[in-house]
């Protein structure tokens, strides 16, 4: 049976993982190929690297630290941020990524899901969603990390994506991120009922139980989280221990 | 020295990064004369059956392989190791190298997405030398579409996906690992360091 996966994201900018409260108190935590190293050593089944430089010598420096990073770590790496063109998919996976993560472009350009899924394959492709409650009863996403409402009902959105072969979703519920009060477990259902590739649970992750609970109550097949690892609350071991002793399959 | 067999399908790097890590002196070639030197060979692969042994008969190396392999041990990786049965039914038939006696066939799991991606337990099946220093249930990298369909005997460790799903095969001097052991994380790495000190 396959386990259930638990994946630290790292935000990286000129080549440091920072955290940020909010985006006024971002602060450096580390070198992400050190952080990286680590997270595999406590177990991690993957470590996603999210760009938030937006510059084109930043493309690089982040380019670098996949390959450092693929020298020492033995498990899938995942890159987002900036990516918007094929050539991004294909500067990414040479550097030594074996997914690639779009997000906002594939909003705005949804025909990069498609060309690179037939170019490199659909196990590369993971498309990124924030999306929130839209007040109506269903749920809206959101581009340009949460800022840009796009109109675009999240049922809609998720079944284009996976009919243009998408290999996985990362769902982000804005509504819940930051707050710490567990996954969007109503979200990732309404997701996970409407497609048949594997989601990836993000937002909102405060504490140890939180990850039994959305491999209990959704048909999640990961959870990322970020800033609970960073800050040391708790280990990878730490969360994998947990759900061993609720009965989840876990490496 | 391990030969890492290029013929332009695959994830060469990730294969060759994990040896560099493991300390094992490895090259990435497209050249008989290097196989032929080689102590052991490793046949990558990503992308379809059919292509992938196109490329591997215009590269002209089928024959060395044959005749190597006949010496010295061989491993293939996801599609390298779909590469060593008899045949592949991918995009229609396709004859392969035939080192293993079998045919490679879309999965048919039922309520289980294709392709299989991620980490999966090994069930072992008959003792095979690679999974020496491995337990019975450790997990491993999966990412595929297809799969092997071929005697027990053959199959070191199957995975459950739905169906019984061969993870690791061998016969004689020829294994294949249907998952990544470059991308397993340390379980991958002691069977890639097995298969370099047979």
Known sequence: MLAKRIIPCLDVRNGKVVKGVNFEGVKDVGDPVELAVEYNRQGADEIVFYDITASYEGRGVMLDVVRNTAKQVFVPLCVGGG?????????????????????????KNPKLISDAAEIFGSQC??????????????????????RVDMNLDLGDWVKEI?????GEICLNSIDTDG????????????????????VIASGGCGKLEHFSEVFEKTNSSAALAASLFHFKELTIGEVKRHLAEHNISAR | MIAVIDYGAGNLFSVKNALDFLGI???????????????????????????????????????TIKAEAAKKPLLGICLGMQLLFQKGYEFGETEGLGFIEGSVKLMTPENLPIPQIGWNSLEFNEPCRLLQNCKNGDYVYFVHSYAAD??????????????KVPALVFSGNVYGAQFHPEKSGDVGLEILKSFCSL
Not at chain 1, 84 to 106: C, I, P, Y
Not at chain 1, 162 to 166: H, L, M, P, V
Not at chain 1, 179 to 197: Q, Y
């Open chain 1, 162 to 166: 996976s009919e243009r072969g998408a």
């Open chain 2, 150 to 163: 071929c005697p027990s005997k053959n199959v070191a460790a199957y995975c459950d996906y739905g169906m």
């Open chain 2, 25 to 63: 002196e490895n090259k990435i070639t497209a050249k008989a004369e290097d196989l032929k030197s080689a102590d052991k060979l490793i046949l990558p692969g990503v992308g379809a059956f059919p292509d992938a042994m196109k490329m591997l008969e215009k590269s002209g190396l089928i024959g």
């Open chain 1, 179 to 198: 707050v710490r009060g567990g996954f969007d477990i109503e979200m990732l259902n309404f997701v996970c009922e409407r497609v048949k590739i594997p």
């Open chain 1, 83 to 107: 990516i918007s063109s094929v050539e991004d998919f294909r500067d990414t996976l040479r550097a030594g990524a074996d997914k690639v993560s779009v997000n906002s472009q594939a909003v």
């Open chain 1, 125 to 146: 492709v993971v498309v990124g969603i924030d999306a929130k409650r839209n007040g109506k009863g269903g749920y809206s996403v959101f581009i340009n990390g949460g």
